[in-house]
């Protein structure tokens, strides 16, 4: 049976710690935030964890990171 081939565009959007949870970026850092409060452009800055019913179909489309 073949090696499954990595996902390209998934591995660039997350990575796994190293207690195995994954962490992508927070989307709407761009551009227009201008119009931000200071808060919420702090809070842009921290990596989330991703959504947990999504987790499995990650690590399938990336099995080696």
């Known amino acids: 049976m073949p090696k499954i081939k990595t996902h390209k565009a998934t591995a660039k959007r997350f ?3 190293a207690s195995s949870k994954l962490k992508k970026r927070k989307a709407g ?4 935030n ?7 452009k702090r809070k842009k800055r921290l990596d989330i964890s991703a959504d947990a019913t999504l987790v499995k179909t990650i690590k399938t489309l990336t099995p080696y990171r």
Request: proline fraction near 0%; charge should be negative.
């Open 29 to 32: 850092q761009d551009h227009f």
């Open 15 to 17: 990575h796994v710690t």
């Open 34 to 40: 201008a119009r931000e409060s200071g808060n919420t």
